[in-house]
Nanobody
Framework: HVQLVESGGGSVQAGGSLRLSCAAS????????MGWFRQAPGKEREGVAT???????DYADSAKGRFKISQDNANNTLYLQMDSLKPDDTAMYYC?????????????????WGQGTQVTVS
């Protein structure tokens, strides 16, 4: 059973930065896909960025050039560095994990999800 715990959300002004973290535990898979997804009030959940065990990444167009996904395999932690934040980035951000399948922001079915961390940009 994989557990995901997000942290790092908060309130910032437009143009500011935040770094989200997702501490993962409970898996020993040789391959996996992890990602960040977000959902704003009244909107569908959307993919922000994904990364696989081999460091392959995929980004939403809205995240390209501003966000960077990375992972610390030694500490089983996923990160999302978010710079030049905009009010449209306001949402609940979720970490996701799966041990099989393709790795892309267009994938919406992951086996495990975190509880989410709120990001508010004003």
């Amino acid at each position: 059973h994989v557990q995901l715990v997000e942290s790092g959300g908060g309130s910032v002004q437009a143009g500011g930065s935040l770094r989200l973290s997702c501490a993962a535990s409970g898996y020993t898979y040789k391959w996996y896909c992890m990602g960040w997804f977000r959902q704003a009030p009244g909107k569908e959940r959307e993919g922000v960025a994904t990364i696989d065990r081999l460091e392959g990444t995929d980004y939403a167009d809205s995240a390209k050039g501003r966000f960077k996904i990375s992972q610390d395999n030694a500490n089983n932690t996923l990160y999302l560095q978010m710079d030049s934040l905009k009010p449209d980035d306001t949402a609940m951000y979720y970490c996701a994990w799966d041990g099989s399948g393709y790795c892309s922001i267009r994938r919406n079915t992951f086996a495990y999800w975190g509880q989410g961390t709120q990001v508010t940009v004003s």
